[in-house]
């Protein structure tokens, strides 16, 4: 391609990306007044613990490339803050329902939180608190498409 054709394929790449970005984040916000409208009782908790690691999750059949599968060990990385609260007497233990990435550091064990928990199902639940850790991973999954336009356009344009 010439240097103009390269321009317009990457523009063309960039602005798919960052649609599909603008969608993705547009679903998200959405799913999360959806929630926010839901869980309208309010307690305190407390911050048990941040889980984080590397698990295994059994053998599963995936496909790679066309028509062609295979099964394998299958894993799931988690970074995910757990909290416990009180609805009516009873004790609950579970992390945020919008599931975000703990990805920023500060808390402690023991720490207070603000809950706001579904009243049909008190398990259904999310903290403000965690607010922060949903608009990281936003930043995150921005980086991470912009690296990969980075090394798509290396290997079809710069590298030869």
């Avoid at 523009?11 to 603008?22: D, E, K, Q, T, Y």
């Avoid at 409208?37 to 698990?55: A, F, I, P």
Wanted: a positive charge; one cysteine or more.
């Amino acid at each position: 391609m010439s240097g103009l054709g390269n321009g317009a394929f990457l523009m063309v790449l960039i602005l798919l990306l960052a649609g599909m970005a603008l969608f993705l984040r547009h679903e998200q916000k959405e799913a999360g007044k959806r929630l926010k409208s839901r869980c309208t009782g309010k307690t305190s908790g407390t911050l048990e613990y941040v889980d984080r690691g590397c698990y295994f999750n059994g053998f599963k059949l995936s496909k790679h490339g066309w028509g062609n599968y295979m099964y394998g060990p299958s894993f799931v990385i988690t970074s995910h803050a757990v909290y416990t609260y009180s609805v009516d007497g009873t004790r609950y233990l579970g992390i945020d329902a919008r599931n975000p990435l703990t990805l920023s550091g500060g808390r402690n064990r023991g720490e207070e939180a603000e809950i706001y928990y579904n009243p049909h199902d008190v398990t259904e639940f999310y903290c403000p608190s965690e607010d922060r850790n949903i608009i990281y991973a936003d930043l995150i999954m921005a980086g991470f498409a912009a690296a990969v336009i980075g090394i798509i356009y290396y290997f079809m344009y710069v590298w030869k």
